[in-house]
């Protein structure tokens, strides 16, 4: 392509593009669509929300001081705390049985264990003192870390599932088709040189 044809073709490409202006200009000049309303948050049917999670929702709203969200550390609750819970239990629009395994399941893991220190100040619904942590509560939150602890480590060391053993396995056994079978020789003593020992 010469000097000439290129120079044609810029000329029609800039005419083009003067042409292509006042069209778009008029598809500006039109109003806007009104912009659709979109929900708040997504929903996802196909993975509903745990209740208990809702109903540690709920007591984390409603007292704040005792059940800290994340990454607030948690701090350790009064003792016979669950009696103090079931008297707000139609407030918080909660039965007993899923008020007993919310507060189960906030009392259980690592981020309270931590919090389980001797001496350590225990908190009613208010976030008011509510006596102390006892030697024997803060090692029994120990032990349950360290149980953890090794479950999970336990969990991390474990060898592939046997589903995926059973699908690598014949893939080792069968030789390639396209490579012959290799097969590990047995043990063969060095051959002696004849011409290096006289007899």
Sequence with gaps: MGFEQLAALKAQLAKQAKEARPAKQAKEARPAKPARARPAAPTNPAKPVDPV??????LQKRFPLAFPKNPAPKV???VGIFEELLQHAAALALDEAMLREAVRTWCRGTRYWTCMVEGTQRVDLAGQPAGEVTLADAKRAQQQRAQQH??????KAKPQPAGEAA?????????????????????????????????
């Design 150 to 155: 090794r479950a999970t480590r336990a969990q």
């Design 167 to 199: 699908v690598s396995e014949p893939a080792k056994s069968e030789p390639a088709k396209s490579e012959p079978a290799q097969v590990e020789p047995a043990h063969v003593e060095p051959a002696k040189d004849e011409s290096a020992s006289p007899e």
């Design 76 to 78: 350790p609750l009064k």
């Design 53 to 58: 999670i809702q109903a540690i929702g709920k």
